[in-house]
């Protein structure tokens, strides 16, 4: 164990000692089912205490990469080789009420919003009541794309990106592309406007439950589906994560046929950690995983705005079947937020709300 914690740097110390830990389980320094050092012992060697160990540890175990066992300590659970996870466990249901009244805490700060749009106002004059092009304004998708990938090492084009009022609307559109004569499976339970849309396309819904780390491994096996959706950063309203073993048993499961994965990203900006856990579109191997993302939470969901990251492959289908449609979303909206990625408002706010429930932790 050679673990070095800096003082003096922005990163806190957990932080530091998570980021190390993971990068020696993913590197099988730590192997499948191999005992952690205990807490006390990375605490004398790192020289810090117990209880920055265990927020470690803790974050360790949410990610899927660690589990605990009762008087024995830490295990590696993460399976690199193969993707599959450990054995599913019960999910534990959360408050939504007491998360909801968090987010009250976590709003975007309104003078920023309208000082924000003042400015597009005066800058772009008139310009704003141009219409947008089909797949949203250029400017907005290219600050998506850079955004992306310096936050979620997501690594795309401008052709891939495209806008939309709100995630309701954009599954729509993905039923027309993806098909509408195959079954897609969704997560158990999962957010209900989901099953609601594909229910209304006339789409048979296979439903797959959850355990304590994503959808059980033996309904993802068994699943019929063409198309998977899921929410691995933290379903709702079970606020399930999917470890990262349980990602890349999605990948292979997608990889074994002719099979796309929905990857709704919902609220994943907000992780504790400086990047939230890395996506199953950057983790995939084929193009086949279409990412989605909204600012509902980020910014204000009375602006119904989202987006979607298309696999190449479905860039020429997407503009064959759908891409008559005019872009639902305003422009002068697209150039607000433009303005608010672009100046770095945004994940000023992003990083304020990291800062608030990392102090929340201690």
């Known amino acids: 164990m050679n673990y070095k914690i800096f003082k003096g740097t922005h990163i806190p110390a957990y932080l530091q000692l998570y980021s190390q830990i993971k990068d020696d389980i993913i590197n099988e320094v730590y192997p499948f089912n191999s005992k952690l050092p205990?807490?006390?012992?990375?605490?004398?060697?790192?020289g810090i205490s117990t209880v920055t160990v265990e927020h470690a540890y803790t974050l360790l175990c949410d990610e899927g990469y660690i589990e605990t066992r009762p008087r024995s300590g830490y295990f590696v659970s993460y399976r690199g080789e193969d993707g599959f996870a450990s054995s599913p466990k019960e999910y534990i249901h959360h408050d939504v009420a007491d998360e909801n009244s968090k987010a009250t805490r976590y709003k975007f700060p309104f003078s920023v919003l309208a000082k924000t749009i003042r400015k597009v106002t005066a800058d772009l004059d008139s310009d704003i009541l141009?219409?947008?092009p089909n797949f949203g304004c250029l400017e907005f998708r290219e600050a998506i794309r850079r955004y992306l990938a310096r936050s979620r090492s997501i690594h795309t084009t401008v052709d891939q990106i495209i806008i939309g009022s709100g995630a309701e609307y954009l599954y729509g559109l993905l039923t027309e592309v993806l098909?509408?004569?195959?079954?897609?499976?969704?997560?158990?339970?999962?957010?209900?406007?989901i099953e609601q849309v594909y229910l209304a396309k006339g789409i048979?819904?296979?439903?797959?439950?959850?355990?304590?780390?994503?959808?059980?491994?033996?309904?993802?096996?068994?699943?019929r589906a063409k198309?998977?959706?899921?929410?691995?950063?933290?379903?709702?309203?079970?606020?399930?994560s999917a470890s990262i073993t349980k990602r890349q048993e999605y990948i292979s499961w997608a990889n074994a046929g002719d099979r796309y994965i929905i990857e709704d990203d919902f609220e994943s900006e907000f992780a504790i950690?400086?990047?939230a856990e890395a996506t199953v579109f950057s983790?995939?191997?084929?193009?086949?995983?279409?990412?989605?993302?909204?600012f509902s939470q980020t910014i204000s969901p009375s602006l119904r705005v989202a987006y979607i990251v298309l696999p190449k492959r479905l860039i020429r289908a997407f503009e064959n079947k759908v891409g008559f449609y005019a872009c639902t979303v305003p422009t002068f909206i697209q150039f607000v937020?433009?303005?608010?990625?672009?100046?770095?408002?945004f994940e000023r706010h992003i990083n304020r709300v990291r800062h608030q429930k990392r102090k929340e932790l201690k």
């Not at 304590?212 to 993802?220: F, Y």
């Not at 983790?283 to 909204?294: F, Q, S």
């Not at 937020?337 to 408002?345: A, F, H, M, R, V």
């Open 38 to 46: 205990s807490k006390r012992i990375v605490s004398e060697e790192t």
């Open 130 to 132: 141009n219409p947008s």
């Open 179 to 193: 098909g509408k004569n195959c079954i897609y499976s969704i997560e158990e339970p999962s957010y209900q406007k």
């Open 204 to 223: 048979k819904v296979e439903k797959l439950k959850l355990s304590s780390d994503g959808i059980e491994s033996a309904d993802l096996q068994a699943a």
């Open 227 to 240: 198309v998977l959706h899921i929410s691995p950063y933290r379903s709702f309203p079970s606020g399930v």
């Open 273 to 275: 950690e400086r990047k």
């Open 283 to 294: 983790l995939a191997t084929e193009d086949n995983v279409i990412y989605m993302n909204t």
């Open 337 to 345: 937020l433009t303005e608010l990625i672009n100046s770095g408002n």
